[in-house]
């Protein structure tokens, strides 16, 4: 979709971008990330030509972006900055509205548009369509702003740093509302930024760029799991290195088989159950989880009190992340979590000792 | 904000436009009918009151000399501001800026006693030196407007397959016009006054009874000049401020 070749720009005789080579496939999610001055925004304002090229080419679907009045280009592609790029002086529907405009959509078309716009970014059309940018929020100007962005349907999206001057719940939901947009719509992203978390949490390829070369390219995965060299390794963030590969497994990954038995078995049922195990899952009649036994009861009543409770808030489900299972253990001090699916059924266990095991 | 609302509401600022207007009108109208109250004010005058123009004549030549000049001053004065903040413009930012200084360094007088012997007497030089004179404020607030529009925004109209000539006219002159409105108010206002002094190269204005009234000391001659002068600047600096309020970016 996009393919940037041998891509370098030189500014005062020293490479900004240091002939980068990337493709990005259609519908990826591609986060360029780095620390200031690594060339990730020069290079992404290189591809909608808001910075020109020194060497290289870069192709959008095959078609050379040289070939292309600069206008014309940037019209097909959809390019959102930080909030203060809305023109204040216009409407939050005249902001939308601008690349549509240009394009001389009928004024009934632009209005759909508008509105299907604002809809898609939970703004309720009737409150919102006549307000000034002043008038908004940090976070709804920032929706806005990335609707405007998407307003010509553009093939690509382009987005630089769009959540940085944003606080850190509003820029979480945002980029929660991203991901979901990037799902429902299916766009070409590129997206700069030089936080790893919101990486890892929004891409599915990163390339990491450090004084204008590429370093490494690869899903979050691949990139947490092995790091191209200790430039990697260090600003992927070694303290909590370990928490982060965890966030993007799922529990799935780890599943163990489960011993369970049922409160209304006959207790010497109960208690021969560990003679294989060394813990054994107690249901209700109903089937649910209730909790965990680690040693074997001595009777009926003696059930209770050797009864460990772990109610459904501990129950982990085959989606949840590693991250999550994990904290779990760590806040009911239990080694293993009973894995449940949908109906609550209990489908396996997550054990701490599996969880440290590299996959 | 509600308190600074309700105390710009409870000000008679806009309210006072149409009233200063109709006055001026009025006083316009009926300045040469004011023989017995500056007989009364002045006692022992030959003629108390102006009568070799008629006042509205006055007036509408003082209006017609402010009018042409500051529409020459607004239109060299813009062109510059938007040549000198663009980048074919930029090496000429210091002279531009300088140039416009001087024209308004030289006292109005001296201007005219230049502009005189190469255009003239009458109108033309009067013309000549008010637009030099009303450059200034102009100029430069064209380029500090300009200049104050976020680079954001430029970005993003550029990154939004704006051309240079779309964002010159959509976004930076729109977000800069409140500023040069401000500078268009000072050069306006400034040459109202100025306009007086024209008068002394021959070019017939409000400022005519003024000079007439100082050589044959007649102080009413002085003050009915003065009055309507003063009463038509302040009527337009009123305009002016709700035209800026009409350009602030919210209009609250």
Redesign the interface.
């Known amino acids: 979709m996009i393919e940037l070749d041998q891509v370098t720009k030189t500014y005062d005789g020293k490479n900004v971008v240091d002939s980068v080579t990337l493709s990005v496939d259609k519908g990826d999610f591609c986060v360029l990330i780095g620390p200031s001055g690594s060339g990730k925004s020069t290079t992404l304002k290189m591809i909608?030509r808001?910075i020109p090229l020194s060497g290289g080419t870069i192709r959008i679907e095959g078609q050379d972006i040289a070939s292309v009045r600069?206008?014309?280009?940037?019209?097909r592609i959809g390019?959102a900055?930080?909030s203060?790029?809305?023109?204040?002086?216009w409407t939050v529907e005249q902001n939308i509205a601008?690349?549509p405009r240009?394009l001389k959509w009928s004024p009934k078309r632009v209005r759909e548009r508008v509105e299907s716009l604002l809809a898609l970014f939970h703004l309720e059309p009737g409150q919102f369509r006549d307000k000034?940018p002043?008038q908004l929020s940090g976070g709804q100007a920032q929706r806005v702003g990335v609707a405007?962005?998407l307003a010509a349907d553009p093939e690509v999206l382009?987005m630089d740093e769009p959540f940085g001057a944003l606080d850190p719940i509003t820029r979480d939901s945002l980029q929660e509302e991203m991901r979901r947009v990037h799902e429902e719509t299916g766009k070409t992203i590129v997206f700069v930024t030089h936080d790893m978390d919101e990486a890892l949490k929004l891409a599915s390829r990163i390339a990491i760029m450090d004084e204008g070369r590429l370093v490494q390219v690869g899903s979050p995965r691949e990139i947490l799991n092995s790091p191209a060299n200790d430039f990697v390794l260090d600003f992927v963030g070694q303290s909590d290195l370990g928490l982060k590969m965890l966030a993007c497994e799922s529990v799935e990954t780890r599943l163990e088989p489960a011993a369970s038995i049922s409160r209304s078995a006959p207790i010497e049922n109960i208690r021969s159950q560990f003679g294989q195990a060394d813990h054994v899952w107690l249901l209700s009649p109903e089937g649910q989880v209730e909790g965990l036994l680690t040693e074997a009861p001595g009777g009926q009543d003696d059930l209770d009190r050797s009864l460990r409770p772990l109610g459904q808030e501990s129950h982990a489900t085959p989606e949840m992340s590693l991250k999550e299972a994990l904290s779990h253990m760590v806040w009911r001090k239990t080694g293993w979590l009973p894995v449940v699916d949908g109906d609550g059924r209990l489908t396996g266990e997550v054990g701490l000792s599996k969880v440290m095991e590299r996959p | 904000m509600i308190g600074s609302r309700s105390l710009s509401a409870s000000l008679p600022r806009t309210g006072a436009l149409p009233w200063l207007a109709a006055l001026f009108v009025a006083l316009t109208l009926f300045m040469g009918q004011s023989a017995p109250l500056f007989e009364w004010l002045l006692p022992g005058l030959d003629n108390p009151v102006y009568d070799r123009h008629s006042f509205p004549d006055l007036v509408l030549d003082h209006v017609v000399l402010v009018a042409a000049s500051s529409l020459i001053s607004v239109f060299i004065g813009v062109s510059a501001g938007i040549f000198a903040t663009r980048s074919v413009g930029q090496e000429f930012k210091p002279v531009i800026s300088a140039v416009s200084a001087i024209g308004q360094t030289f006292p109005p007088a001296a201007v005219l006693a230049v502009v005189a012997p190469l255009a003239g007497f009458g109108f033309k030089p009067a013309l000549v030196a008010l637009a030099l004179y009303g450059l200034l404020p102009i100029v430069q607030n064209t380029m500090a407007g300009l200049e104050t529009v976020p680079s954001a925004t430029l970005e993003a109209a550029r990154g939004m397959g704006l051309s240079k000539r779309e964002i010159l006219t959509r976004v930076e002159l729109p977000l800069a016009m409140r500023v040069i409105t401000a500078g268009i108010r000072v050069s306006v206002i400034v040459n109202i006054g100025t306009a007086t002094i024209a008068s002394t190269v021959g070019a017939r204005s409000l400022g005519t009874p003024i000079i007439s009234g100082l050589v044959s000391q007649n102080v009413a001659y002085v003050l009915q000049g003065a009055i309507l002068v003063a009463l038509l600047a302040i009527v337009t600096d009123l305009f002016f401020e709700r035209l800026e309020r009409f350009f602030s970016v919210d209009r609250n």
């Open positions: 909608n808001l600069a206008e014309e280009l940037r019209r390019y900055i930080q203060i790029g809305l023109f204040p002086h601008v690349v240009l000034y002043h405007r962005a382009l």
